[in-house]
């Protein structure tokens, strides 16, 4: 699936991943996350809790959004940041085809469609002649 | 569920998945995971792809090494490369709390109870005296 992607693709997804990952390998930006997780909230409402600088925190917002993973939008003089969960969706599809979880869905409908071929061989005169 | 965790394994917990998210925000170290997780291979069969030197693809390994993502094990003279999928189920795991997916689930399974408690309620006699 992943292999009909063009060079091109494939660079920029990889840069995503790069980013995304990135992002979230530090604490303060995980916290940021999983508060937002809860429900959208404004830039201060998500610095409150942590015993740093506004500015400090608002740094952290700014890697978060520029990696995709969080929004802003205003909302009159309120600057309102929610979560963008596509961006996860792609990190979490890398870790689960490494895991091997994609393959083993195919593995399980391949069984499947050599069992019903086999039992398709087994008597091929029900469906030429039908049985109804 | 995270809540019972003390502070001492919550620490380490966060400094586990600063390491594995770091380890993965990277091309090269995520093409060695892709190719580790078709098989487990010698260090030298993990860098032939690469277009870099085996010095620069270990440092490479060495870092996937301390995130806890790859294990090595010595087979004679060989070092055998593999994944440990345990340190992506953390991360995998911490991405579907983030995205709601556990709250969607106990929400299901909060309205499955309810739904049974009602049921339960509109014929509490069948329950006292059975109905076989």
């Known amino acids: ?3 009909v992607e063009t060079g091109k693709q494939a ?3 990889a840069a995503r991943l790069d980013a995304v990952f990135a992002a979230l390998a530090d604490p303060t930006r995980r916290a940021i996350i999983e508060r937002l997780s809860r429900r959208e909230a404004r830039v201060t409402e998500v610095a409150e809790p942590f015993h ?6 608002s740094k952290h917002i700014r890697v ?3 990696s995709g ?7 009159g003089r309120d600057h309102i940041l929610s979560i963008n ?10 870790i689960l085809r490494v895991r091997g979880y994609w393959e083993k869905r195919l593995d399980a409908m391949e069984r499947l469609l050599r069992e019903l071929k086999k039992d398709h061989k087994l008597r091929p005169k029900d469906r ?5």
């Not at 993973?69 to 909302?75: D, G, S």
């Not at 030429?128 to 109804?132: I, L, M, N, P, W």
């Open 52 to 57: 740093m600088s506004l500015n400090a925190v």
């Open 11 to 13: 660079a920029s997804r």
């Open 64 to 66: 978060l959004e520029a």
């Open 69 to 75: 993973v969080v929004e802003r939008r205003r909302k």
């Open 1 to 3: 699936m992943i292999e």
């Open 128 to 132: 030429k002649h039908g049985s109804r």
């Open 85 to 94: 969960t596509r961006s996860l969706d792609e990190v979490d599809g890398w």
